[in-house]
């Protein structure tokens, strides 16, 4: 390995001298990256909190936010430091190291939501087999070989591309993709297009025509289920579906934004945004209003972890003085106390049952046979 190479210099020419207008750039970036970092990290602790969300589907969930951190945190603060900054550089082996994180995240969601779109395919169209088929073992290997696999093909790659002659060193982009630092090299490496290839076709093609076929699936049985069923398979793929088609535009942009580089510093920053802040921002915040029981397991944290008095507030005393009262007069029947007298009256406050011994039954006699 070159090593002169790995400690040159790359420099940004997209970003423009520090301005008003990179300045609100770097405000809009730090206000998305902070939600961003926020809205995962919320959805990870709720997964993590509640037991009852300690499926598979919620699982993979989880990885997906994890995912969503690795790409936002691997880009956004060196494009926030290079908006404020002179001079706009990164050696080349932090430029690799980017192209390796980055290219994690976008392969691993992309394995993730196949992976997702294949636990929503047993569900519906597999009910009675799906705890069978989902086990926890194979859910832990599930979420091993999302990793590993592109974690694996992707080292290589950065292999590949360390090992090429450097010849430039401006990249007119916001941040380092393969394509870019592979344009800097003095020659043209057919090992590393052929293996970039095999990447798309293995991390990304692959993993789309997986959701594809499980969809399909999934209409043809929603086809041939009642009216409420199909409602609830609906409301079931309905945020995974949207975070596809989500990420899916987003890779969509990210081709094209690798394969023309001359392009303004406005649409640079529109296609950084919308191919690595924007899909880890909208995932959390698609599963959080969209799933029913996301949505109950946020309420009860904040109601019992956040604000555990929050049954002191003056609105739902009285409530529960109400419904304390109702009880009281139910226990009072059902313990065959007189409920206007003076010492159930003083001690419904309290403790309603409680506070009563129960009367003796009266002696049964001994049915013999």
């Known amino acids: 390995m070159n090593q002169t190479v790995l400690h040159s210099t790359v420099?940004?020419?997209?970003?423009?001298?520090?301005?008003?207008?990179?300045?609100?750039?770097?405000?809009?970036?730090?206000l998305l990256f902070f939600i961003t970092i926020f809205a995962n990290i919320s959805l990870m602790l709720v997964i993590y909190l509640e037991s009852h969300l300690h499926k598979p589907m919620y699982i993979f969930l989880f990885n997906l936010a994890v995912n969503g951190l690795i790409g936002c945190l691997s880009v956004c603060p060196k494009i926030m430091d290079n908006l404020v900054n002179?001079?706009?550089?990164?050696?080349?082996?932090?430029?690799?190291?980017?192209?390796?994180f980055s290219s994690v995240y976008a392969t691993c969601a992309y394995v993730i939501l196949a992976v997702m779109a294949y636990d929503r395919y047993v569900s519906i169209c597999k009910p009675l087999q799906y705890h069978s088929i989902m086990t926890p073992s194979k859910?832990?290997?599930?979420?091993?070989?999302?990793?590993?696999?592109?974690?694996?093909?992707?080292?290589?790659?950065?292999?590949?591309?360390?090992?090429?002659?450097?010849?430039?060193?401006?990249?007119?982009?916001?941040?380092?993709?393969?394509?870019?630092?592979?344009?800097?090299?003095?020659?043209?490496?057919?090992?590393?297009?052929?293996?970039?290839?095999?990447?798309?076709?293995?991390?990304?093609?692959?993993?789309?025509?997986?959701?594809?076929?499980?969809y399909i699936k999934i209409l043809l049985v929603c086809l041939k289920v009642s009216k409420e069923s199909r409602t609830k398979a609906f409301n079931t793929c309905t945020p995974h579906l949207i975070t596809f088609i989500n990420f899916s535009t987003a890779i969509l942009f990210s081709v094209i934004y690798n394969r023309y580089s001359t392009?303004?510093?406005?649409?640079?920053?529109?296609?950084?945004?919308?191919?690595?802040?924007?899909?880890?921002?909208?995932?959390?915040?698609?599963?959080?209003?969209?799933?029913?029981?996301?949505?109950?397991?946020?309420?009860?944290?904040?109601?019992?972890?956040?604000?555990?008095?929050?049954?002191?507030?003056?609105?739902?005393?009285?409530?529960?003085?109400?419904?304390?009262?109702?009880?009281?007069a139910v226990a009072a029947l059902a313990w065959d106390v007189d409920p206007t007298s003076p010492q159930f009256l003083s001690a419904s406050s309290t403790t309603p049952v409680a506070s009563y011994e129960r009367r003796p039954s009266p002696p049964t006699s001994n049915w013999g046979p």
């Open 139 to 214: 859910v832990k290997m599930l979420v091993a070989l999302v990793y590993f696999i592109p974690i694996t093909m992707l080292a290589f790659q950065i292999f590949i591309t360390s090992r090429l002659p450097v010849c430039s060193y401006n990249i007119n982009k916001l941040f380092c993709d393969n394509l870019a630092v592979v344009k800097l090299s003095c020659v043209e490496s057919a090992l590393s297009n052929l293996y970039g290839i095999c990447i798309i076709a293995s991390l990304v093609v692959s993993p789309f025509v997986l959701v594809v076929l499980s």
């Open 86 to 100: 002179d001079i706009k550089d990164i050696s080349h082996k932090g430029c690799l190291l980017q192209v390796f």
């Open 263 to 328: 392009v303004s510093k406005e649409v640079n920053v529109l296609i950084s945004v919308q191919s690595i802040l924007f899909p880890p921002l909208v995932h959390p915040i698609i599963y959080g209003i969209r799933t029913k029981e996301i949505r109950t397991c946020i309420t009860k944290i904040i109601r019992t972890r956040i604000f555990p008095n929050s049954l002191d507030f003056p609105h739902l005393k009285s409530e529960r003085e109400g419904l304390g009262g109702r009880l009281s």
């Open 11 to 30: 420099f940004f020419t997209a970003y423009g001298p520090p301005g008003p207008l990179n300045y609100a750039a770097f405000f809009l970036t730090f």
